[in-house]
C-alpha cells in the first residue's frame, strides 16, 4: 500500500470533516483550465488549477508580455471563480505567489493575504492568498 493512501486513510479516520467529505462529489481533485488566444491563435494567457473540497487552487495564472495591462489576467481569474462558484458549487479560492510575481494584481481583485513565507526560495517571499466566492 502506498505512503499516500494510509495518510489518507488515517487523516479520514481522525478527521470526521474529512470523513462526510469522502462520500460527496467534491472528495476528488478535478482539473480547472482557462485559455485565451489571441487573434493570430497563439497562446495569449492561461489559467491552470483544480477544484477540491468547494475551493478553487490555482495552480498558475500566465499572460503574455503582449497582452499584460489589457485585463486578460482578469478575465481569465474572473472565468475560473465563475466556474468554480457555478458550475463546482465551490465557496473560496486559493492561490500562491512570489514577490515579483503578483500579490498585489491578487490584492486588487478582493483576495487577502493569509501566509507569508519569506526566503522561500532565498531572497524571494511567497504569499498564500485566499478569496471568498459570493
Known sequence: MALRSRLRETNTAASPVLS???DTGHASQVPLQVWALDADGSLAGGLVGHTWARWLHVTY???DDRHRGAG???RLL???EQTAR???DCTAVRLETW???APDFYRGRGYEVVCVIPDYPPGITEYTLTKKLA
Do not use: C, I, M, Y
Open 99 to 101: 514577490d515579483f510575481q
Open 72 to 74: 486578460l489576467g482578469t
Open 61 to 63: 495564472l500566465w499572460v
Open 20 to 22: 462526510s467529505l469522502r
Open 86 to 88: 457555478e458550475d463546482r
Open 78 to 80: 474572473a472565468q475560473a
